[in-house]
């Protein structure tokens, strides 16, 4: 059984940094595409990041334009985890934060969660102003 689990979320103030890890297990990951999606109270879920193993030490990372220069993500396949380092974090930062696997081989990145086929539970991230 394929199970996504979410963990770094919490409070902090603007400015700070948190770093979310998901932790994939019930199958191997390191072909999927992992992301990070982000859901603020009464909003649609939204795209934040994304990561894609191409083989060797090469890897392609997409963000969204909200949180490029300040969010990394990164991910270890040998322990099946992803990454998200949010830095210089902001109140419009405060979300549900949740992981994704896309299972498709292919080359692009999406964006869409339709993408996407295992999710996990979400962690909360809350920035105080």
């Known amino acids: 059984q394929v199970h996504l689990v979410e963990s770094g979320g919490g409070l902090v103030q603007t400015g700070g940094s948190l770093r979310l890890s998901c932790a994939a297990s019930?199958?191997?990951?390191?072909?999927?595409?992992m992301g990070w999606f982000r859901q603020a109270s009464g909003k649609e879920r939204e795209f934040v990041a994304a990561i894609r193993w191409s083989g060797g030490r090469t890897y392609y990372a997409d963000y969204a334009d909200s949180v490029k220069g300040r969010f990394t993500i990164s991910r270890d396949n040998a322990k099946n985890t992803v990454w998200l380092q949010m830095n210089a974090l902001k109140p419009e930062d405060t979300a549900v934060y949740y992981c994704?696997?896309?299972?498709?081989?292919?080359?692009?990145?999406?964006?869409?969660?339709?993408?996407?086929?295992?999710w996990g539970q979400g962690t909360q991230v809350t920035v105080s102003s």
């Open positions: 994704a696997a896309d299972q498709t081989i292919t080359t692009m990145i999406p964006r869409n969660e339709r993408g996407y086929d295992y």
């Open positions: 019930g199958r191997t990951f390191s072909r999927d595409t």
